[in-house]
């Protein structure tokens, strides 16, 4: 995309993001706006707070989730056995499926299999943000591949 085509739509994506917060729906336009620059079919701000499990999440989401059933597994079971390093991620970078997992790793497959794949989330790019209280969210964008 050419310069001056794109710098506009970041300055529009960045005053989404500064009044998400503000929205009826906190960050719909933010995550619409990304799912749009990006070609991503979903897009999500996920907060976790500190000291909780994996499944204790506020999700803000554009576009397809997961299936009804996958989003119940995942709160009821898969959770348990989530191998992202979601609490080891740098802050700020942005990180590739492909870098958090290992698909050689029966564990790691199994996930996959069980959970990404069903969703259509086989291509997906996810940063780490740390707030100065110390809660985490995670910016994820996701698409078939």
């Known amino acids: 995309m050419r310069h001056d085509v794109l710098e506009p739509k970041l300055s ?60 119940v597994a995942y709160t009821d079971e898969i959770h348990l056995r989530d191998p992202l390093p979601h609490y080891r991620l740098i802050d700020g970078r942005i990180y590739s499926l492909e870098e958090m997992l290992d698909l050689n790793d029966p564990n790691h497959f199994a996930y996959y299999k069980d959970l990404i794949e069903p969703s259509g989330m086989n291509e997906m790019r996810i940063m780490r943000v740390v707030e100065a209280s110390g809660l985490s969210g995670w910016l994820t964008i996701a698409r078939p591949a």
């Open 12 to 71: 529009q994506l960045l005053s989404l993001l500064f009044e998400g917060s503000f929205e009826t729906r906190p960050w719909n336009g933010f995550l619409q706006q990304l799912r749009q620059i990006t070609g991503a079919s979903y897009a999500s701000l996920i907060f976790r707070p500190v000291n909780m499990p994996l499944n204790a999440l506020v999700e803000h989401f554009s576009g397809e989730r997961s299936p009804p059933y996958l989003q």
